[in-house]
């Protein structure tokens, strides 16, 4: 089995800062692209940045210049640097990732439980 736990969520005021990290765990070959995603009341989800094994990232226009999207590929690990934080990020985030298993060649899609992000105007 795998396991996604975010972590760093909160309350901030506008224009502050927050940092979301995200830990992978349980059997595990390796991790292609890992994703943080947001939900916010009466919306649909959205994608809100990804990075790829390599480093290669993409983020969605209404983060750009706030955002940072970073991995630690021995750690698992994915981080969600927040900026100048808007009363429109307003959500709960969640990271996925792709996980190849020991057992086979295939990605498997996981999600973690969600971090609420609140941010005041």
């Known amino acids: 089995q795998v396991q996604l736990v975010e972590s760093g969520g909160g309350f901030v005021q506008a224009g502050g800062s927050l940092r979301l990290s995200c830990a992978a765990s349980?059997?595990?070959?390796?991790?292609?692209?890992m994703d943080w995603y947001r939900q916010a009341p009466g919306k649909q989800r959205e994608l809100v940045a990804d990075?790829?094994?390599?480093?290669?990232?993409n983020y969605a226009d209404s983060v750009k210049g706030r955002f940072t999207i970073s991995r630690d590929n021995a750690k698992n690990t994915v981080h969600l640097q927040m900026n100048s934080l808007k009363p429109e990020d307003t959500a709960v985030y969640y990271c996925?990732?792709?996980?190849?298993?020991?057992?086979?060649?295939?990605?498997?899609?996981?999600w973690g439980q969600g971090t609420q992000v609140t941010v005041s105007s």
């Open positions: 349980g059997s595990i070959r390796s991790i292609d692209a």
């Open positions: 990075i790829t094994s390599g480093g290669s990232t």
């Open positions: 996925y990732a792709r996980v190849v298993l020991p057992t086979t060649v295939f990605k498997v899609g996981y």
